[in-house]
């Protein structure tokens, strides 16, 4: 019997081990490969199919912006009038096309409609900002956006606008798509295409631009409110060199012709009637913040927004009131910057930037930025209080005084004897807050003013601790405001709300409050300044309740503050002149100091902006930070010396003094001694600009 060979198993693949075992076959991989390509070209058809091109969006009937006042009722006014006017493309010279190419797609009439490069740049971004802020990045692209879209930005938008680019750029020429590109893209200026373009920057129809003409508004479409050349000329001057270079590049220029090319003359630009006013400035400063948060012009002037600010009503119309009946009369040149910020919120309720938005674009409540004089002195005393000095300690008055090899004077050379804190701060001593900061140091001064809510760099010198450094009205609000808040500072901002046309929310505001002293120092610096406004260099700034404050007059009378607060309310009054020059002899005085119309327009915008609110005190000063014992009496000069410009002096209500301390007794306004010229010291081991102590 013959037996048959024993048959034999295949041998199967060896087991994988280690890391091997994870990684999948080959045949595992394209299978979901292709299950995965067959689900994305499904979702493709599904999304192709389902997303329809709607009718373009007429831009004339766009809506425009409104804002409203902190009420959410009370229209402030309104962002985005419609300027635009349609042309066919043959009106458009070719090379002014080709200008626009040059800056925005070079490749549009040789590329599909969407980029798959632009789309993977933009997610990148987008990944890298965590919020959808990089748009489509062919012609096709931003057209669609702009003319069959809201500006929200959603991924919903973003995949409509994928899908609506393909189908346009299925179903219309690439000369189609171009015409209307450049009949609906904001250029800046209020202008909606480019045959308004050309009338808002060259005064003269689209048909008689020139290339170089045509490569100013070429390269204004990327960020038109920023490369505008009147607002940053030499931003627009480089844009315009990239779009030349780029025609250069394309063979749409030789280079000679580039190298003959200059920079055409622009029109001065000019406000819209929305911006008319003084509350053109309140305007201006929102869509400021707006474009700080990420929300762009083009968005404002056509996404029918409603915008909530911060600004009250009553408080507002109290200060345009007060500014106009303070400074009527007084020389064109005059500048009056005017800032109100709510101590703890940050909150701006008013804001006077100059009379009229349309005819000086400049706001003297943001932009301006005059020397502070002695209104700086309370992040002085700041600085000192926290380093545990308290109010009632006693420094030499008299002046003048070599200070760290440095000559200070008092204002008109006052003479004062061994004086408190309390004392030199109601009469604004030099010689007192120079040897106080330099005691304290430098450093720790500057620290105490950033905290407060000063931004920026501030000089490492002397003159610093008696306000040759400058700032921004609003800047000084806040940071008088972190005292009235007991220690708190919190940012000042304009914006509480925005939502689009349908009500979906697009801006909110988030208050950050932040502890930048303890509460006992900021109530010290509180109970020296009261003694500023009730009988101090500061009388004319009394409103009848409980209210601090510090004047300010830099040499040369070239800027005279008065900031103060009460618990509800913190206001900076800045005046200054064009120039640099003196404020001197105007309004009926010889020389104006912090004490006279800043502290009367002051004084007059509280008192409306309170009336009717309840009259509330602030919080009492800690012994440990009064340290109350009674300062000795100062012994003022006996020689006689011209005396300042006359303050006007309602009569002055007693001393304030928290429950159960005594109060440090100011003493009576001393005389003032013959002395060189007020302000500035002499040079002792060298010249130091030194501001005065202002009355």
Do not use: C
């Not at 038109?224 to 270079?245: E, G, K, M, T």
């Not at 303070?326 to 064109?332: F, M």
């Amino acid at each position: 019997m013959t037996t048959s060979p024993a048959r034999t198993r295949p041998a199967s693949p060896p087991r994988r081990t280690g890391w091997r075992r994870w990684v999948p076959s080959w045949k595992v991989l394209v299978l979901s490969g292709g299950i995965g390509i067959a689900l994305l070209a499904g979702l493709f058809a599904l999304g192709y199919a389902l997303v329809r091109v709607p009718q373009p969006s007429s831009l004339s009937l766009a809506q425009a912006a409104t804002v409203y006042y902190n009420d959410g009722r009370t229209v402030l006014g309104e962002i985005g009038a419609r300027n635009r006017e349609s042309v066919p493309l043959a009106q458009i010279p070719l090379p002014v096309r080709r200008a626009v190419l040059a800056a925005e797609d070079r490749n549009f009439y040789s590329e599909p409609a969407v980029s798959p490069i632009g789309i993977l740049r933009a997610a990148l971004v987008d990944l890298r900002h965590r919020d959808f802020v990089e748009g489509g990045s062919t012609i096709t692209q931003q057209y669609v956006k702009n003319a069959f879209l809201t500006q929200d930005r959603t991924l919903t938008r973003k995949v409509k606008e994928f899908f609506i680019a393909i189908k346009i750029g299925q179903t219309q020429s690439k000369d189609q798509i171009l015409e209307n590109y450049l009949n609906t893209i904001y250029f800046g200026r209020g202008a909606y295409g480019i045959e308004a373009a050309s009338r808002a920057y060259f005064g003269k129809d689209v048909r008689q631009l020139t290339v170089q003409e045509g490569a100013v508004l070429a390269a204004s479409i990327q960020a038109p409110s920023y490369l505008d050349p009147a607002i940053h000329p030499q931003a627009a001057h480089d844009r315009w060199n990239y779009v030349l270079a780029g025609m250069v590049a394309k063979g749409w220029m030789t280079p000679a012709e580039r190298a003959a090319s200059q920079y055409p003359r622009v029109l001065p630009l000019t406000a819209s009637s929305a911006l008319r006013g003084p509350n053109g400035y309140l305007v201006a400063a929102v869509k400021d913040e707006l474009a700080a948060h990420g929300i762009t012009e083009n968005e404002i002037n056509r996404g029918g927004m409603r915008i909530v600010t911060t600004f009250d009503p009553k408080v507002q119309a109290a200060l345009v009131q007060a500014v106009s009946r303070i400074t009527s009369g007084l020389p064109p040149d005059v500048r009056t910057g005017v800032a109100a910020v709510q101590p703890g919120t940050g909150a701006v309720l008013a804001m006077y930037g100059g009379p009229d938005y349309a005819t000086r674009p400049f706001n003297d409540a943001t932009q301006s930025i005059p020397p502070m004089g002695s209104s700086f002195k309370p992040y002085v005393l700041a600085a000192a209080l926290e380093r545990g000095i308290p109010l009632s300690a006693t420094y030499d008055g008299h002046s003048p005084q070599i200070i760290g090899g440095q000559r200070y004077v008092n204002d008109n050379n006052e003479q004062f004897g061994r004086i408190d804190l309390v004392t030199a701060t109601a009469y604004s001593v030099n010689t007192v807050y120079e040897q106080l900061g330099q005691q304290v140091g430098l450093d720790r001064v500057i620290d105490a003013a950033h905290r407060a809510g000063l931004p920026g760099e501030l000089s490492r010198n002397g003159s610093m601790l008696l306000g040759s450094d400058s700032a921004h009205p609003i800047d000084q609000a806040t940071g008088y405001a972190t005292f009235a808040a007991d220690g708190v500072r919190a940012e000042h901002y304009l914006v509480t709300k925005v939502t689009d046309s349908a009500g979906h929310l697009l801006y909110q505001a988030k208050v950050k409050p932040a502890k930048a002293f303890a509460p006992g120092v900021a109530r010290g610096v509180t109970y020296a300044l009261r003694h500023v406004i009730s009988e101090g260099t500061g009388t004319a700034a009394n409103i009848g309740r409980p209210a601090a404050g510090k004047t300010g007059t830099t040499s040369g009378n070239v800027s005279a503050w008065f900031v103060g607060y009460t618990p509800q309310l913190s206001a900076a009054v800045a005046m200054f002149r064009d120039g640099n020059a003196p404020l001197v002899n105007i309004g009926g005085y010889r020389q104006v100091y912090g004490g006279t119309l800043p502290a009367k327009l002051w004084a007059a915008f509280m008192t409306a902006a309170l009336a009717g609110t309840p009259v509330t005190d602030f919080s009492p000063v800690p012994p440990t930070v009064l340290a109350a014992t009674p300062s000795p009496s100062p012994s003022p000069s006996s020689s006689p010396s011209p005396s300042p410009s006359p303050t006007p002096t309602p009569a002055s209500p007693a001393s304030p003094s928290p429950t159960g301390t005594t109060s440090p007794s100011p003493m009576s306004p001393p005389s003032s001694s013959a002395s060189p010229s007020a302000g500035s010291p002499a040079a002792s081991t060298s010249a130091v600009p030194s501001p005065r102590g202002s009355p």
